[in-house]
């Protein structure tokens, strides 16, 4: 079965840098584009950034723009975002998800139980 299992939320304070990972199992991750969204307290739920799938190209929200990357490694099935630069405001649980239909969550047909990101000084 398509499983997503995220990793590498922590604490880290304004400023600071993450690594998060996404390890996809039960499907061919090399035919799938990958998305990271995030979902704030009390707030909907916001794509992040999308990545095809041979990482020949990688797409922004215009919030997080020159601050995060998403990258690939197809050989170890694995998704990931580097955060730089954090903010309190992008506290958040951060998921990744299999993206079928563009980048927003209607098109997500798999997504991961999340990795909590707290951005607090």
């Known amino acids: 079965q398509v499983q997503l299992v995220e990793s590498g939320g922590d604490l880290a304070q304004p400023g600071g840098s993450l690594r998060l990972s996404c390890a996809a199992s039960?499907?061919?991750?090399?035919?799938?584009?990958m998305s990271w969204a995030r979902q704030a307290p009390g707030k909907g739920l916001e794509w992040v950034s999308g990545?095809?799938?041979?990482?020949?190209?990688?797409y922004y929200a215009d919030s997080v723009k020159g601050r995060f990357t998403i990258s690939r490694d197809n050989a170890k099935n694995t998704v990931y975002l580097q955060m730089n630069s954090l903010e309190p405001e992008e506290t958040a649980l951060y998921y990744c998800?299999?993206?079928?239909?563009?980048?927003?969550?209607?098109?997500?047909?798999?997504w991961g139980q999340g990795t909590q990101v707290t951005v607090s000084s």
């Open positions: 998800a299999r993206s079928v239909v563009g980048w927003g969550a209607a098109g997500y047909d798999y």
């Open positions: 039960g499907f061919t991750f090399s035919s799938y584009a």
């Open positions: 990545i095809y799938s041979d990482g020949s190209d990688t």
